[in-house]
């Protein structure tokens, strides 16, 4: 017989939670788990000047990743990292990125760690986050290293990659990309920051239509990495079209002109489709994308190694069905 609920966790007390967060929220920006954020102790919104010009060299880089085949004691991931370059107001480059295939448990995450080539200090937790973050950043590193003086690298997510990959690696990275002149900027599709307990972007998209009107491009810088804290990083929301329907975090190197580098990337954001954000990254989440025919493909390719292999087909069957799957089926 199940115990008594407690009032605060049925469906409609969590829900009239929610909506007080969602509505009345309060004060102070957080985001989930801290981290080396010191946040702004006011939010000022400030209208945004669009570039007239796009960037003559535009990179853009996002990873994927799927799960292949689980044995619940070993999986089988895939990842990639794929690339977009844009130059003259069309895309060059569609590069989707090889395929990279990562067994996982029992330890065997090492030798796909081993074989990444990834900075990692010994005895660091390996996790297939680990493996892909960890190829999208090498993706980075050689769209710095390609593009030209004076280009943009757009980076999916945060400026911040694994918690595990130094901090010294990414300072590097950063100070190479100062001395080739090339701005790497990150833009992260959907936030944890928060205002109040409610999610920051949609609070401050509801205060600039009100203060600046509804089709208003704006920016607000909303934290910096602490002094003590390298690579130095800005973190601002910013509003890039005024067709848009949504703002975005974007994270810069804390020596950019914040201002100058938004009014760049809305020159990015005007595609009819998603209208902004930076078209090149959009592109690049469409080839890093590891849908169904993916993984069928690599499953595939596993299987006939198995089979070549010896491994009869019941053994491969036992491993890897899904047994509760099958009972919900049935």
């Given at each position: 017989?199940?115990?008594?609920?407690?009032?605060?966790?049925?469906?409609?007390?969590?829900?009239?939670?929610?909506?007080?967060?969602?509505?009345?929220?309060?004060?102070?920006?957080?985001?989930?788990?801290?981290?080396?954020?010191?946040?702004?102790?006011?939010?000022?919104?400030?209208?945004?000047?669009?570039?007239?010009?796009?960037?003559?060299?535009?990179?853009?880089?996002?990873?994927?990743?799927?799960?292949?085949?689980?044995?619940?004691?070993?999986?089988?991931?895939?990842?990639?990292?794929?690339?977009?370059?844009?130059?003259?107001?069309?895309?060059?480059?569609?590069?989707?990125?090889?395929?990279?295939?990562?067994?996982?448990?029992?330890?065997?995450?090492?030798?796909?760690?081993?074989?990444?080539?990834?900075?990692?200090?010994a005895?660091?937790?390996?996790?297939?986050?680990?493996?892909?973050?960890?190829?999208?950043?090498?993706?980075?590193?050689?769209?710095?290293?390609?593009?030209?003086?004076?280009?943009?690298?757009?980076?999916?997510?945060?400026?911040?990659?694994?918690?595990?990959?130094?901090?010294?690696?990414?300072?590097?990275?950063?100070?190479?990309?100062?001395?080739?002149?090339?701005?790497?900027?990150?833009?992260?599709?959907?936030?944890?920051?928060?205002?109040?307990?409610?999610?920051?972007?949609?609070?401050?998209e509801?205060?600039?239509?009100?203060?600046?009107?509804?089709?208003?491009?704006?920016?607000?810088?909303?934290?910096?990495?602490?002094?003590?804290v390298?690579?130095?990083?800005?973190?601002?929301?910013?509003?890039l079209?005024?067709?848009?329907?949504?703002?975005?975090?974007?994270?810069?190197?804390?020596?950019?002109?914040a201002?100058?580098?938004?009014g760049?990337?809305?020159?990015?954001?005007?595609?009819?489709?998603?209208?902004?954000?930076?078209?090149?990254?959009?592109?690049a989440?469409?080839?890093?994308?590891?849908?169904?025919?993916?993984?069928?493909?690599?499953?595939?390719?596993?299987?006939?190694?198995?089979?070549?292999?010896?491994?009869?087909?019941?053994?491969?069957?036992?491993?890897?069905?899904?047994?509760?799957?099958?009972?919900?089926?049935?």
């Amino acid at each position: 017989m199940a115990g008594a609920l407690h009032p605060d966790a049925s469906v409609p007390a969590a829900a009239a939670r929610l909506a007080r967060l969602l509505t009345a929220g309060g004060e102070g920006l957080r985001e989930p788990g801290g981290g080396d954020l010191a946040f702004e102790h006011a939010l000022q919104l400030r209208p945004l000047g669009r570039s007239p010009e796009q960037p003559a060299d535009v990179w853009a880089v996002d990873g994927g990743q799927a799960l292949v085949a689980d044995a619940r004691c070993l999986q089988v991931y895939v990842t990639r990292a794929a690339t977009a370059r844009w130059r003259e107001g069309r895309i060059v480059v569609e590069d989707e990125g090889d395929v990279r295939a990562h067994l996982l448990g029992l330890g065997e995450e090492r030798r796909s760690l081993a074989a990444s080539g990834a900075p990692v200090p010994a005895g660091s937790p390996v996790d297939i986050n680990l493996l892909r973050d960890w190829g999208e950043w090498s993706a980075v590193r050689a769209s710095v290293e390609a593009a030209d003086r004076g280009a943009v690298v757009l980076v999916d997510g945060d400026l911040q990659p694994d918690w595990r990959i130094p901090a010294a690696w990414l300072s590097d990275l950063l100070g190479t990309a100062a001395g080739r002149g090339v701005l790497v900027a990150a833009v992260t599709k959907h936030t944890s920051l928060s205002w109040g307990g409610a999610p920051l972007l949609g609070h401050l998209e509801r205060l600039a239509d009100a203060q600046l009107g509804p089709r208003s491009c704006w920016w607000v810088p909303v934290a910096h990495t602490r002094p003590d804290v390298a690579p130095g990083i800005q973190v601002v929301v910013a509003r890039l079209d005024p067709d848009a329907r949504f703002s975005f975090r974007v994270d810069l190197p804390s020596g950019a002109d914040a201002e100058a580098a938004l009014g760049l990337l809305s020159a990015l954001s005007d595609d009819a489709a998603f209208p902004g954000y930076p078209y090149p990254l959009s592109v690049a989440d469409r080839l890093a994308a590891c849908p169904g025919w993916v993984r069928d493909e690599v499953w595939s390719e596993m299987q006939a190694v198995l089979d070549r292999a010896g491994v009869p087909p019941d053994v491969q069957e036992r491993a890897f069905t899904d047994r509760h799957r099958l009972m919900e089926r049935s």
